[in-house]
Each structure stands twice: as C-alpha cells, then as structure tokens.
C-alpha cells in the first residue's frame, strides 16, 4: 500500500501561479506513472498531467504550456507547478500513481482561482 500525500493548494489570483506537491510513502520500483487529476463542482474527473518513471511527459489540452509535472525520484516527490492560472482551473487536484495492476490517489488539494 502507497500513500499520497498533496499539499501547495490554496486560493490565488487570475494570473498567478502555485506548486504542488504529492510526497509517496515509499519508493516506487518498477514502471509507474505519477499524474495529477482534477475535479470541479459537477463535472467529471479530467487529466491535467502525467510522467512516467522515464520522464516522459503528457498533458491535458486545458493547461499545456502553462502547467509542468515533474518528479524528484531521491524525496519520491512528485510536482505540478502551475503558471499563467485561470479561474476556470478552480478544482481539486488529486496525486494519483498508476502502477500495473493498481491505482494510489491522493485526498486531493483544493486550487482557486479568483477572477
């Protein structure tokens, strides 16, 4: 069992930026992908970025080219530093590491963004 801890959520303004953080219990062996999902109130669940244990990136078409997902493999951390926000990403972002036959989320960050 791995657990996922987010923290860096908070309220700013239209234009601003925050960094996330989602800290993992234990190290990862193996092929994984860390990502970060969002949801706002009444819609579903929807990728914002992934990264797999090779460094290779992924993102949402909402945020790319102002979000950027890393990792720092030594603390087991993961990152989502978010530039350039806008109110329409107002939602919770949840950690989630997808490993072969299972799936850790996060409890979730609360991001808003203020007009």
């Known amino acids: 069992q791995v657990q996922l801890v987010e923290s860096g959520g908070g309220l700013v303004q239209a234009g601003g930026s925050l960094r996330l953080s989602c800290a993992a219990s234990?190290?990862?062996?193996?092929?994984?992908?860390m990502g970060w999902y969002r949801q706002a109130p009444g819609k579903q669940r929807e990728l914002v970025a992934t990264?797999?244990?090779?460094?290779?990136?992924k993102y949402g078409a909402s945020v790319k080219g102002r979000f950027t997902i890393s990792r720092d493999d030594a603390k087991n951390t993961g990152y989502l530093q978010m530039n350039s926000l806008k109110p329409e990403d107002t939602a919770v972002y949840y950690c989630?590491?997808?490993?072969?036959?299972?799936?850790?989320w996060g409890q979730g960050t609360q991001v808003t963004v203020s007009s």
């Open positions: 989630n590491l997808h490993l072969t036959l299972v799936d850790f």
């Open positions: 234990a190290t990862i062996v193996g092929g994984h992908v």
């Open positions: 990264i797999t244990d090779g460094g290779i990136t």
